[in-house]
């Protein structure tokens, strides 16, 4: 059994040895050579796994992403060869969701807002968006859902139409990339919409670059219209349109599903679905995988109380303005966007944390948000 596996999975070197022959690859320097022997193709979203790089694969049995979103995949052409796929569905949704409220959390302390009297529409309710809506229960804020495709499948939440989400004072998108159906998402947030959203809005981006109209947007922002805007996904990633980033409250490089526990969790769901297909015993090794996190228990200080208490221990685990500030300083052109995201420091998420409180409701909430209290 030859496995191919991209090298940007962490722990993969100590799982997938254990199934078969492994080989490590560059996404920046596969070719369809390198895959021409092997079985199995484990991968991230960085490689295009298309004709292209799999015309010459005849032994394939099995290509995997090790993330949530499948778009870098051409699945029709794999469907047509037969070969089977798999992905990591849902492995980063904490992360991404503990990066919006990172990113809430910013905000309200720059814009002087009451995250209380905000509402936040969040489009697509999927793995990303129920584990946001949860930190918002947490944290008492107001949010309204869109899905039509969930909505239609008899999903018992209440949804709203997209119109209304995107009247929130927040908007956050969490939807696939999808370029053809019922329900297409491809530039859903297109000129028109952007025009319509206020400059009291915040329109935040960390699904897929292409589901916002880059150009659009920043045609919006140059004539001084349209929400504010948080990015960490981009049109035509790496090769991104620069001119923008000046116009975002905060700009990232596609990070916001980074942290040790999502990527690690992508790698450990391909093992056991491999695992699986070959037969072989499907033990959970995340666990054990992951190492205890530096602070483990965080204090809170004792003159902070509420939000300024919650605020404090979000940004002492992950502050987005640390990601903002080196994308400002360090990303400048392709190959540094793809540099900065390879070597991406290890980020933890809030559960690696445990925090004594006192105060029941600050347990509560922080609890609710996810840290072990
Ligand atoms: N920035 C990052 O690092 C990350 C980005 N992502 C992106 O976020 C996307 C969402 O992630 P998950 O929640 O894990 O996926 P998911 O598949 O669990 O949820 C996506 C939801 O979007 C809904 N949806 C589809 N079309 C829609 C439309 N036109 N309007 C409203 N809702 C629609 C689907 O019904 C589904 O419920 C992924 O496909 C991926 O592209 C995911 C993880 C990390
Ligand atoms: O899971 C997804 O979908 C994502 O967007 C991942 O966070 C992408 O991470 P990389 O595969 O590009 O490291």
Redesign the pocket.
């Known amino acids: 059994m030859r496995i191919l596996y991209e090298d940007t999975m962490p722990f993969a070197d100590a799982l997938f040895p254990k199934l078969g022959d492994c080989q490590v690859f560059n996404h920046q320097t596969i070719t369809a050579q390198d895959v021409a022997d092997a079985d199995v193709l484990l991968v991230r ?1 960085t490689t295009r796994v298309n004709e292209a790089l799999l015309h010459q694969a005849k032994h394939l049995q099995y290509v995997a992403t090790a ?5 870098h995949m051409d699945i029709n052409y794999l469907q047509e060869r037969g070969i089977p796929w798999g992905s990591a ?5 904490v ?2 969701a503990e ?1 919006v409220i990172s990113v809430l959390l910013v905000m309200a302390q720059r814009q002087q807002w009451d995250l209380s009297s905000r509402s936040v529409g969040i ?9 946001l809506s949860s930190k918002l229960d947490a944290l008492g804020i107001q949010y309204r859902l ?5 909505q239609a ?1 008899g999903d018992p939440r209440p949804f709203c139409h ?1 119109d209304a989400a995107l009247d929130c004072d927040i908007v956050t998108l ?5 370029t053809a159906g019922p ?3 491809e530039h ?1 947030i297109d000129g028109q919409r952007l025009r319509a959203m206020g400059p009291e809005q915040l329109l935040i981006n ?3 670059g292409e589901v916002m109209d880059n150009a659009a947007a920043l045609a919006c922002k140059q004539r001084g219209d349209g929400p504010l805007l948080v990015m ?2 981009w049109e035509n990633e790496p090769d991104i349109l620069w001119p923008l980033v000046q116009h975002t409250e905060l700009a990232t490089a ?5 942290t040790l526990e ?1 990527k690690a969790r992508g790698t450990t769901l391909l093992y056991q679905q491999l695992a699986q297909r070959l037969g072989r015993p499907v033990e959970d090794p995340l666990s054990t995988l992951l190492p205890v996190a530096q602070p483990q228990k965080l204090e809170l200080e004792s003159a902070l109380q509420g939000m300024q208490a919650i605020t404090a221990l979000v940004h002492a685990v992950y502050d987005v303005r640390q990601d903002d500030r080196a994308f400002r300083t360090q990303v400048q052109c392709a190959e540094d966007f793809i540099y900065s995201r390879k070597h991406y420091a290890i980020r933890r998420e809030f559960s690696a944390h445990r925090i004594n409180a006192g105060n029941c409701a600050l347990t509560q909430a922080l609890y609710g948000l996810g840290f072990a209290c």
């Open positions: 979203s993330t949530a979103g499948t778009n569905a849902g492995c980063n949704a992360a991404v990066y489009i697509g309710a999927g793995h990303v968006g129920t584990a869109c899905d039509p495709p969930l499948a997209l969490h939807v696939p990339l999808v329900h297409p998402t859903l960390a699904c897929r960490d996904v596609h990070i916001a599903g980074h999502g």
